[in-house]
Nanobody, 115 residues
Framework: QVQLVESGGGLVQPGESLTLSCAAS????????MGWYRQAPGKPRELVAG???????TYTDSVRGRFTISRDNAKNTLYLQMNSLKFEDTAVYYCNAKITTLNYWGQGTQVTVSS
């Protein structure tokens, strides 16, 4: 069982930055494939960025070049650095951990981009 706790969300203006963190319990964090998803009102949950246990990162097109995913295996923590935030980045952001058929989710953290 893995517990994921996100933090770092908030209200920002367009163009500003935020860093999300996801603290994971357990001893196998380094081998989990991790990801950040988001869900805006009325829209399906979408993958924003992912990072394999070996450190390979992928991004959805709308955030590539603005967001950076990283992980600190020593601290069991996943990060999402979000720069140049836009109105359309407003959503609840969820941390996800996967290994084989196991799939874990955090409770989510709200990111609101508003002027």
């Amino acid at each position: 069982q893995v517990q994921l706790v996100e933090s770092g969300g908030g209200l920002v203006q367009p163009g500003e930055s935020l860093t999300l963190s996801c603290a994971a319990s357990g001893e196998l964090f380094s081998i989990y494939d991790m990801g950040w998803y988001r869900q805006a009102p009325g829209k399906p949950r979408e993958l924003v960025a992912g990072m394999t246990g070996r450190g390979l990162a992928t991004y959805t097109d709308s955030v590539r070049g603005r967001f950076t995913i990283s992980r600190d295996n020593a601290k069991n923590t996943l990060y999402l650095q979000m720069n140049s935030l836009k109105f359309e980045d407003t959503a609840v952001y969820y941390c996800n951990a996967k290994i084989t058929t196991l799939n874990y989710w955090g409770q989510g953290t709200q990111v609101t981009v508003s002027s």
